[in-house]
């Protein structure tokens, strides 16, 4: 089984996500894969998020300095942030770069600064952001969902991806896992009801989190409804049709 790409993109409807896992290899390997990736992409806007930069195995700065050689030639709008606080270097650059302290802080800002798409057109169908990590889960809500033809459903692995994808797709509702990989959905959540970019989608939150302290907590950060894992299916349609009933009504 080889080795996963240093390089992973996620197409947002006209943005892409490029995310560079720094420390899983060489960095020359990196650029080199950053550069065919790039020259891939067809989309009007390009947000480069940088992991675990100070794993690079060569000079950070001259990482950095490669990484935005590669950035200029790009002829559409680039964002870029990393988490570690080591991008002054790149601050003289005529690209816009962020320098937040938080994927939290990133997601917020590239949000206010990078998001101006209207929204798909309203349609028949039932608009919902699943926003989970654990493949087995997310498969599970994509099968149950594709049982009916009133969803458009689409998907997302990060707290960061699901804040993007709920500022372009618009969603009516948001399945919205809490124990996240990068940002937890409590976070998430916040950061999405404070913004005016993504409209006012109904969020389920679902987690395993089951003590009452948790779950109070969870609702008052502004979710609709609560589900506890493992759940059943019919319970999570019945809460899924009373929140949308309630936004027709």
């Given at each position: 089984?080889?080795m996963?790409?240093?390089?992973?993109?996620?197409?947002?409807?006209d943005?892409?996500v490029v995310?560079?896992?720094?420390?899983?290899?060489?960095?020359?390997?990196?650029?080199?894969t950053?550069?065919?990736?790039?020259?891939?992409?067809r989309?009007s806007?390009?947000?480069?998020?940088?992991?675990?930069?100070?794993?690079v195995?060569?000079?950070?700065?001259?990482f950095?300095?490669?990484?935005?050689?590669l950035?200029?030639?790009?002829?559409n709008?680039?964002i870029?942030f990393?988490?570690?606080?080591?991008?002054e270097?790149?601050?003289g650059s005529t690209?816009?770069y962020?320098?937040?302290?938080?994927?939290?802080?990133?997601?917020?800002?590239?949000?206010?600064?990078?998001?101006?798409?209207?929204?798909?057109?309203?349609?028949e169908k039932t608009?919902?952001?699943?926003?989970?990590?654990?493949?087995?889960v997310?498969?599970f809500?994509?099968?149950?969902?594709?049982?009916?033809d009133?969803?458009?459903v689409r998907?997302a692995?990060?707290?960061?991806?699901?804040?993007?994808?709920?500022?372009?797709?618009k969603?009516?509702l948001?399945?919205?896992d809490i124990?996240?990989?990068?940002?937890?959905?409590?976070d998430?959540?916040r950061?999405?009801?404070g913004?005016?970019?993504?409209?006012?989608?109904?969020?389920?939150a679902?987690?395993?989190?089951?003590?009452?302290?948790?779950v109070?907590?969870?609702?008052s950060?502004?979710?609709?409804d609560?589900?506890?894992?493992?759940?059943?299916?019919n319970?999570?349609l019945k809460?899924?049709?009373?929140?949308?009933?309630?936004?027709g009504?």
């Amino acid at each position: 089984m080889g080795m996963e790409s240093p390089v992973d993109v996620r197409v947002m409807e006209d943005m892409a996500v490029v995310r560079l896992a720094c420390g899983s290899a060489p960095s020359s390997e990196i650029v080199r894969t950053l550069k065919r990736k790039l020259g891939d992409l067809r989309v009007s806007k390009i947000v480069l998020v940088m992991d675990d930069i100070r794993k690079v195995d060569a000079s950070i700065t001259s990482f950095i300095a490669a990484v935005d050689d590669l950035i200029k030639e790009v002829p559409n709008p680039v964002i870029v942030f990393e988490s570690s606080g080591l991008f002054e270097s790149m601050a003289g650059s005529t690209r816009p770069y962020l320098f937040p302290r938080s994927e939290s802080e990133a997601l917020d800002r590239v949000s206010e600064k990078f998001i101006s798409a209207p929204g798909p057109a309203e349609g028949e169908k039932t608009r919902v952001l699943i926003i989970e990590d654990d493949k087995d889960v997310m498969e599970f809500l994509i099968d149950l969902l594709a049982t009916e033809d009133r969803f458009d459903v689409r998907t997302a692995s990060t707290g960061f991806e699901g804040g993007l994808a709920t500022a372009y797709f618009k969603p009516h509702l948001i399945l919205l896992d809490i124990m996240l990989p990068d940002i937890d959905g409590r976070d998430v959540c916040r950061i999405l009801r404070g913004n005016q970019h993504v409209g006012n989608p109904k969020i389920i939150a679902i987690t395993a989190l089951s003590r009452e302290k948790d779950v109070s907590e969870i609702i008052s950060v502004g979710v609709d409804d609560y589900l506890g894992k493992p759940f059943r299916m019919n319970v999570l349609l019945k809460k899924i049709d009373r929140l949308i009933s309630k936004e027709g009504g």
